[in-house]
C-alpha cells in the first residue's frame, strides 16, 4: 500500500515536471535575450572606453607639447 503511494506520488510530480516546460522555454528564451543585450552594452562601453582613452592620450600629449613651449619661453626671457 505504502510503495503504490509512493509510485502515485512520484508518477505525479513526474507530470507536473514535464508539464512546465514551455513556461521553462520562455524563461531561458528571456534570459538568452538579456546576455545577448548586455553583451551588445558591454560591447559598446568597451569601445567608448577605447575611444576615450585615445582621447586622453591625445589630450596628455598637446599638453605635455603645450608645458614644453612655456618653458622654453620663460627660459628665453631669463637669458
Same mark, same amino acid.
Given at each position: 500500500m505504502l510503495l503504490k503511494k509512493i509510485a502515485i506520488a512520484a508518477f505525479a510530480v513526474a507530470l507536473t515536471g514535464c508539464a /512546465?516546460?514551455?513556461?521553462? #522555454?520562455? /524563461?531561458?528564451?528571456n534570459l538568452t535575450n538579456k546576455v545577448d543585450a548586455l553583451s551588445t552594452q558591454v560591447d559598446s562601453l568597451q569601445s567608448?572606453?577605447?575611444?576615450?582613452?585615445?582621447?586622453?592620450? #591625445?589630450?596628455?600629449?598637446a599638453a605635455e607639447e603645450a608645458n614644453?613651449?612655456?618653458? /622654453?619661453?620663460?627660459?628665453s626671457y631669463k637669458k
Open positions: /512546465n516546460t514551455d513556461a521553462l #522555454e520562455e /524563461n531561458i528564451a567608448q572606453q577605447a575611444a576615450l582613452s585615445q582621447q586622453a592620450a #591625445e589630450a596628455k600629449a614644453e613651449r612655456i618653458n /622654453n619661453v620663460v627660459a
